[in-house]
């Protein structure tokens, strides 16, 4: 199999994983949101003290949820727009967990993660490790 194949079999490997565990991200605008329900508490505590606070912490964090509404996205989405660098990355640190674990196709590769839970753990963890760090995103999982 070509590398290429290779690659993109691990991709979908990471969209079946966090699928699997409903994982969103937020990539850009948590900032924005944080500094907005921060900001506000902020001026409400100096215009009007502890009340102030509160008051200001609560407008502020309606408008940093408006902020940020429709930034979360499905990991998977977010794997599937990796720029082909990025790809390569992720592949690397995966393929290093795999070992020498060889596989012929996505179903099979699907197949051998998913009835081993220790390697699933750990490409999971990998895969949010790479997301939270080179994507500077914050990863949930929804409810």
């Known amino acids: ?9 691990m991709m979908k490997l990471c969209c079946e ?7 969103q991200t937020t990539v850009k605008g948590s900032g924005k949101g944080a500094a907005a329900a921060g900001g ?9 003290g502890p009340l ?5 912490g609560a407008v502020g ?15 998977p989405q977010v794997i599937m727009e990796f720029s ?7 592949y690397t640190d995966l393929v290093a967990i ?17 009835a081993n839970s220790s390697l699933k753990q750990q490409l999971t963890a990998a895969l949010l490790g790479y997301v939270s ?3 500077h995103a914050r990863v949930h999982y929804v409810d």
């Open 61 to 75: 964090g309606l408008l940093g949820c408006w902020l940020t509404s429709g930034q979360f996205k499905p990991l």
């Open 40 to 48: 506000l508490a902020f001026a409400g505590g100096l215009v009007g």
């Open 84 to 90: 082909p660098h990025q790809q390569q990355q992720l």
């Open 98 to 114: 795999l070992g020498d674990i060889q596989w012929s196709d996505l179903a099979q590769l699907t197949a051998l993660v998913m």
């Open 1 to 9: 199999m070509r590398m290429g194949g290779r690659l993109q079999d």
């Open 133 to 135: 760090k080179e994507l």
């Open 17 to 23: 994983l966090s699928a699997d565990q409903q994982i």
């Open 52 to 56: 102030g606070i509160a008051v200001g």
